[in-house]
């Protein structure tokens, strides 16, 4: 059974930072990685998914990493904004890709 | 352009009542799941349906039934809420039964408090 963790819970950078969220998962028969965001009050949107053949995945000022064998994922956030402020999410897949296990969550702040 | 709607937003039962929870997604989207959220339990698989006709138990189906009425709407039913499934419900939807390498779409959620 997949295994999910993230840390930290919660982070707090100022304005215009780099940073780096970590998802870390339990076994390494990944058949994808997807990050998502999670607004107060909202349902989660995705980010980014990696397919178990690749190791990186970038959109804008975001680019999300995977290494099956260390069983670890990290997002990395470049030149942060206070509207990246929110709830980010990673979620594994089992191997038949058809049921994703959640980590809990880092809840980001950017500060102005 | 709706995506994945969830009905009720909103919701508050008292112990041993019943009600239904609906989804609809206007993505002609194969597979769809429910999910709750819990501070500290993360996001949980109550059920799942990879495609139309076919349902699944996942994590924590306990107490809780579902319905594929077609392709479009999945519905959570709680036969005989308790105080214990009082969660945020989410309704998710993924575009491609033969290859799981597609994003999952999230409703807004259903807050439901069971009293």
């Known amino acids: 059974k997949q295994e999910v963790t993230q840390i930290p819970a919660a982070l707090s950078v100022p304005e215009g930072e780099n940073l780096v969220l970590n998802c870390s998962f339990t076994d390494s028969a990944i058949y994808n990685l997807q990050w998502f965001r999670q607004d107060p009050g909202k349902g989660l949107t995705s980010l980014l998914l990696i397919q178990s053949s690749q190791r990186e995945q970038t959109s804008g000022r975001l680019n999300a990493s995977l290494d099956k064998s260390s069983g670890r994922s990290t997002l990395y956030i470049a030149a942060s904004q206070p509207g990246d402020s929110a709830t980010y999410l990673c979620?594994?897949?089992?191997?038949?890709?058809?049921?994703?296990?959640f980590g809990e969550g880092t809840q980001l702040t950017v500060n102005p | 352009n709706a995506g994945v709607t969830q009905t009720p937003k909103f919701q508050v039962l008292k112990t041993g009542q019943s009600m239904t929870l609906q989804c609809a997604q206007d993505?002609?989207?194969?597979?769809m799941y429910w999910y709750r959220q819990d501070p500290g339990m993360g996001l949980r698989l109550i059920y799942y349906?990879?495609?139309?006709?076919?349902?699944d138990k996942g994590e924590v189906p306990n107490g809780y039934n579902v319905s594929r009425l077609n392709k479009r709407e999945f519905s959570l039913r709680l036969e005989s809420a308790a105080p214990s499934q009082t969660s945020v419900y989410f309704c998710a939807s993924f575009r491609d039964r033969a290859s799981y390498n597609s994003p999952l779409h999230f409703g807004n959620g259903t807050r439901l408090t069971v009293t």
């Open positions: 349906s990879a495609s139309e006709g076919t349902t």
């Open positions: 993505m002609n989207h194969n597979s």
């Open positions: 979620a594994g897949s089992e191997t038949s890709g058809s049921r994703l296990t």
